[in-house]
């Protein structure tokens, strides 16, 4: 089991030495896509394929409709570089640099995206609206030196059925150089993050003229690399104006699928995804220890959302879950939104260059260093895009998740009976469950339901993991929700 799973994510030199006949990225591809769990490979291992049930019918991915479709194949990999090559050109974009200048610096950057963005909310009618909230960020002792402005720009989708569900996508415009309160140098930041920033805006510019059912938002937010400010004061704002933000994505560092050893790896892009959530109250968290759902946080049941949706043909990526809030010794804007109790994930290239990640523009022992617009692959970066694409516009028509899920614990039965809080929602059909062997790591077994709120399922609850999604009439289902003793 350990080595099926090992092969769902290899660079494509050790996967051509098992296999030879590998000889391009694609053709890996096409193998790695049968890594999903729906797949009879996962349950060549007993261990992964116990219980023997035959309850439910196994899960296959949900592949994008026609809409869908037409959406993926907008994105261009051209607009996306000449929006990374705008934001260089700006010289600094450090979150100290001056915002009054009108070539240079985070201001002037700040007012070209807010341009941008107002230019695509000009096709929708009405239903997108773009805005820049901003606030001064104090001397913090550390990487705030003085007083500054923190602005984000947010270009809101409204949906057309369910308006106050939101889906957030975002990426930081705010760079630095070795030096983080260095705010003179220049630090053109062309992965680190333009490459995030052009995602949110080059998908708000597809996504204008459509209508989501849902509410969708496309935010480039600052302050990122002086301790997350931006995202902080965007969730903190939702939070407090009790937004129901039911998913996020930040996307930084998706910029080059190319590592320091050369190694590349162009159809791969990580999401991290965290287990216990910080903000459980102290009776949830020893719940969640004592059944075993460490592994089925909202951040992950989100991930796993994402794989079913966004790991096709259409998209050419493959997506690793990474069962961590990020990469060691660094922080990303998801983290304010989980912190504010919202479901949240990073997407991240899959192996990183540090020699072009914070680091001042020079050539030391004939080594180019600098986040420079070189060493960016906008093709790469492009098929990124769809897999965001592809989440928010599935999360966005889907309807919401089923809420108050919960497994009757008060008797001993090997059946396993389940409620959850009714919902007359416009968009919904019904409902099913899902479950899985509890060493999978993803979903394997679809059972339907109906439109009701209240199943007994012939399987018991102590050997296998169990979720309940909502199903959509036009075939959109959920992500997951993980059943509590109740």
């Known amino acids: 089991m350990l080595f099926l799973i090992f092969l769902t994510w290899l660079p494509l030199s050790l996967a051509s030495l098992i296999s030879p006949a590998a000889t391009s990225p694609f053709a890996l591809h096409s193998r790695q896509l049968l890594s999903f769990p729906s797949q009879n490979d996962i349950f060549s291992c007993p261990a992964a394929s116990w219980p023997p049930a035959s309850i439910g019918d196994l899960l296959t991915p949900q592949l994008p409709d026609q809409e869908l479709q037409d959406i993926l194949a907008e994105i261009d990999p051209a607009r996306i570089e000449a929006i990374i090559a705008k934001l260089v050109s700006f010289g600094t974009r450090h979150t100290l640099s001056s915002q009054t200048d009108p070539v240079r610096g985070i201001g002037a950057a700040r007012d070209w995206i807010a341009e941008q963005m107002r230019s695509f909310a000009a096709a929708s009618n009405g239903q997108m609206e773009v805005t820049v909230p901003s606030y001064v960020q104090q001397p913090d002792g550390d990487r705030i030196l003085f007083p500054v402005r923190i602005s984000d720009v947010v270009a809101t989708l409204k949906g057309s059925v369910d308006p106050g569900r939101y889906y957030v996508v975002s990426g930081h415009y705010d760079t630095r150089c070795s030096d983080p309160n260095d705010f003179e140098c220049d630090s053109p930041g062309a992965d680190d993050d333009a490459s995030g920033v052009a995602v949110s805006m080059e998908l708000a510019r597809i996504m204008a003229s459509r209508r989501p059912a849902a509410t969708i938002v496309f935010v480039a937010v600052a302050g990122e690399e002086q301790g997350l400010y931006g995202a902080n004061y965007l969730a903190q704002s939702y939070k407090n104006a009790s937004v129901n933000v039911q998913g996020m994505f930040t996307n930084d560092i998706i910029g080059s699928s190319t590592a320091d050893d050369g190694t590349k790896d162009p159809y791969t892009v990580r999401i ?131 809420r108050n899920v919960t497994v009757n614990t008060t008797l001993l039965s090997n059946d396993s009976q389940f409620k959850w809080l009714a919902s007359n929602a416009t968009l919904l059909a019904g409902y099913e469950a899902l479950w899985r062997p509890t060493g999978a790591p993803f979903w394997t077994h679809v059972i339907p339901l109906g439109n009701v709120n209240t199943a007994t399922i012939n399987l018991s609850k102590d050997n296998v993991i169990f979720g309940i999604r909502s199903v959509g009439k036009n075939g959109y289902a959920s992500p997951a929700t993980f059943p509590f003793p109740g």
């Open 272 to 402: 991290f995804a965290q287990g216990n959530p910080t903000t459980d109250s102290a009776a949830r968290a020893r719940a969640r220890a004592t059944i075993g759902g460490e592994n089925d946080s909202p951040a992950r049941q989100l991930a796993r959302f994402v794989v079913g949706v966004a790991e096709n043909n259409y998209t050419q990526m493959n997506i690793p879950v990474v069962y961590r809030l990020d990469r060691f010794l660094r922080g990303g804007d998801h983290r304010p939104f989980l912190e504010a109790g919202y479901a949240a994930c990073r997407f991240t290239e899959p192996n990183e260059d540090y020699a072009h990640q914070h680091q001042d523009v020079r050539v030391e022992n004939g080594t180019q260093y600098g986040d420079l617009i070189e060493f960016v692959d906008f093709e790469y970066i492009a098929r990124v895009a769809k897999v965001n694409a592809a989440a928010l516009w599935s999360l966005a028509n889907a309807p919401e998740s089923p």
